[in-house]
C-alpha cells in the first residue's frame, strides 16, 4: 500500500519551539523541555524524509487530540487516566490513550467540518493548523460532537 498522507501530530513543539528558556516561567524541567524539542527534530526529519518521497504531510493542531473522547466528544483532562490509559469520565469508553489519539487526529483530516474549520492549505496543498485560540478549538471541537453527546445522554442530562 502506498501511503499518500500522512498526518503528524505537532505535539507540544509549537508552543515551546523558538521561545527557548522559557522552561523555568512555564515550570516545566529543562529534561523535559530538551525531550520535546528532540521530538519536533525528529518530526522535522520525518517530514523532510517523507517529502523527498512525494508524500504529502499534513499537520493538525495538537490540542485536546488526547483529552477526547472519540465516542461522545466529552473532552476533559480527566478522562486521560493515566499516560497509557483512556478513560471517558461521561461514556465510559475506554482504550490506550495513544490509539485514542491517533483516532482523534485521523477525525481531523477525514471529517470534512473539521478538516475545513480547523486548518488552512498552504501553497503545496498540505494543511496547516489554522490560527485558532484554544478554547476557539474546543468550540469547534464541542460543536462538532454534539449530535453524539446527544446520542449518548445519561439519564441525569435527560432529567436536566
Ligand atoms: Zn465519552
Not at 461522545?72 to 490513550?97: D, L
Not at 489519539?101 to 467540518?113: F, K, M, P
Request: aromatic letters at 10%; one cysteine or more; a positive charge.
Amino acid at each position: 500500500m502506498y501511503l499518500k498522507t500522512l498526518l503528524i501530530l505537532l505535539w507540544k513543539t509549537y508552543f515551546f519551539v523558538g521561545k527557548f528558556g522559557i522552561s523555568k516561567e512555564f515550570g516545566i524541567s529543562n529534561a523535559r523541555l530538551a525531550k520535546l524539542l528532540r521530538l519536533s527534530k525528529v518530526k522535522d526529519l520525518l517530514k523532510e524524509q517523507v517529502e523527498k518521497h512525494g508524500i504529502r504531510v499534513h499537520i493538525t493542531p495538537s490540542q485536546y487530540t488526547s483529552q477526547t473522547c472519540p465516542k461522545c466528544g466529552n473532552i476533559s483532562r480527566g478522562n486521560r487516566m493515566t499516560q497509557k490509559h483512556f478513560k471517558c469520565i461521561r461514556c465510559g469508553y475506554e482504550g490506550n490513550a495513544d490509539y485514542v489519539a491517533a483516532q482523534n487526529i485521523e477525525l481531523r483530516y477525514t471529517s470534512d467540518v473539521l478538516r475545513s474549520k480547523l486548518h488552512d492549505t498552504d501553497k503545496y496543498g498540505r494543511l496547516v493548523p489554522r490560527d485558532l485560540s484554544t478554547p476557539a478549538i474546543r468550540a469547534i471541537l464541542n460543536e462538532y460532537y454534539r449530535p453524539q453527546r446527544i446520542e449518548t445522554l445519561s439519564y441525569e442530562e435527560y432529567a436536566d
